[in-house]
């Protein structure tokens, strides 16, 4: 199931994973959050009930679109060198060079806290990594 080097079922596994992964990953921060703020639970339950799906579905498309890019990146590595191994590299380049470059500079014009940076920048490093560990693992 690829075209063109690209293995979509492994593009889809990679989407899917890193969105889960994003879902646990805020809702612990969120939780903490919530917990520092001091707001009662009956209110998050309340907010958890009423969830606009928009923001869902579109972040899930965007880490397909990231699988699908980071997948092509790794398939130029050449002939035999989609791996695990050289998928976390490759996930720990764009990352550094793209991701957080982009990530810092917009977090310090929107004069957003360092924690914030650092937990998006987490973020973003694990979806990477995971899509990266996929796509390697699933091969062409």
């Given at each position: 199931?690829?075209f063109a080097g690209i293995n979509y079922l492994g593009v889809l596994l990679a ?65 035999g060198q989609v791996t695990v191994r050289n998928g976390i590299i490759s996930a720990?380049?764009?990352w550094a060079g793209f991701v957080m470059t982009a990530l810092v500079i917009n ?34």
């Amino acid at each position: 199931m690829s075209f063109a080097g690209i293995n979509y079922l492994g593009v889809l596994l990679a989407a899917i994973a890193s969105f889960l992964f994003g879902g646990v990953w805020y809702s612990a921060f969120s939780q903490r959050s919530l917990a520092d703020a001091g707001e009662p639970k009956t209110r998050h339950a309340r907010v958890r009930l009423n969830v606009d799906t928009l923001p869902f579905i579109v972040a899930f498309v965007a880490l397909l679109l990231m699988a699908y890019v980071l997948a092509g990146a790794i398939g130029h590595l050449g002939l035999g060198q989609v791996t695990v191994r050289n998928g976390i590299i490759s996930a720990l380049f764009v990352w550094a060079g793209f991701v957080m470059t982009a990530l810092v500079i917009n977090h310090m014009v929107h004069r957003l806290s360092r924690t914030a940076t650092l937990v998006d920048g987490a973020h973003w490093l694990g979806v990477l990594l995971i899509q990266g560990a996929v796509i390697g693992w699933i091969g062409v």
